[in-house]
């Protein structure tokens, strides 16, 4: 597709369970976003990825977070022995990125529908 | 910890009134962003700002980057019920070792009531 597709659209997961979350980015797109968004308020950082080199985790919550691009496309955040408060949209986006000279144009994102994690 | 500032939290307002959100923040940033974002959806990029004073229009929407590249307002002229959403501010770093991550506001609710 032409956008960015995140998978599941929503997963409810028993506490404790443990869960993978995917992102599909646009074609090309260089750097890729994880953010988590609690109800009613803006997203926060989570970490982010330069083609498959993971350069910043500093918004990780703790280490029952990972994430990993692997190939350079296709992310995955798990989330291991989930808790309750893990429960929020998990959003992912891409942006051209460091393809060519940092600018403007290639700094904007764009976000995938997010997938809606409930922990039960 | 949110570095940018959003007001109002929550507005509710009926068709064909104008409306300001507004976005402070302490730090300069190179560029800021405005998104809306329906519910279970993600952001939509509306506009983005660069150069302090700058002002952008898109349609009733008016978008207002501060002198000093700190704060920014987005005004919505003649409201319409298809302009309820949350509203979100984001700035972004491109200099240095920054990348483009975004830091949000918290966001402003809006409804529009027919």
């Not at chain 1, 750097?31 to 989570?46: C, D, H, I, R, V």
């Not at chain 1, 998990?90 to 994102?109: D, I, K, P, V």
């Not at chain 2, 307002?13 to 959100?21: A, D, P």
Request: include cysteine.
């Amino acid at each position: 597709g032409a956008g960015v597709s995140q998978s599941p659209r929503y997963k409810v997961a028993k506490r404790g369970q443990d869960v993978a979350l995917r992102c599909d980015p646009i074609s090309g797109h260089v750097s890729l976003f994880w953010y988590q968004q609690a109800l009613g308020q803006g997203p926060e950082f989570l970490t982010y990825f330069q083609n498959e080199a993971q350069l910043d985790k500093s918004g990780l919550p703790s280490d029952r977070f990972f994430a990993e691009r692997p190939e350079g496309s296709v992310s995955t955040l798990k989330i291991q022995r989930t808790q309750q408060e893990d429960s929020a949209v998990y959003l992912c986006a891409s942006s051209l990125g460091f393809r060519w000279q940092l600018t403007l144009m290639n700094t904007e994102a764009f976000f995938g529908q997010g997938t809606r994690l409930t922990v039960v | 910890t949110q570095l940018l500032e959003q007001s109002p939290q929550f507005l509710s307002i009926q068709e064909g009134e104008n409306l300001t959100v507004y976005c402070n923040s302490s730090s300069v940033f190179s560029s800021l962003q405005w998104y809306r974002q329906e519910p279970g959806e993600g952001p939509v990029l509306l506009v983005t700002v660069v150069t302090g004073g700058e002002v952008k229009k898109l349609k009733r929407l008016t978008f207002q980057f501060g002198d000093a590249r700190k704060d920014s307002s987005l005004h919505i002229t003649a409201a319409q019920p298809g302009d309820t959403g949350l509203y979100l501010c984001a700035g972004a770093r491109t200099g240095g070792t920054s990348y483009g991550k975004l830091t949000f506001g918290q966001g402003t609710i809006l409804t529009v009531h027919p």
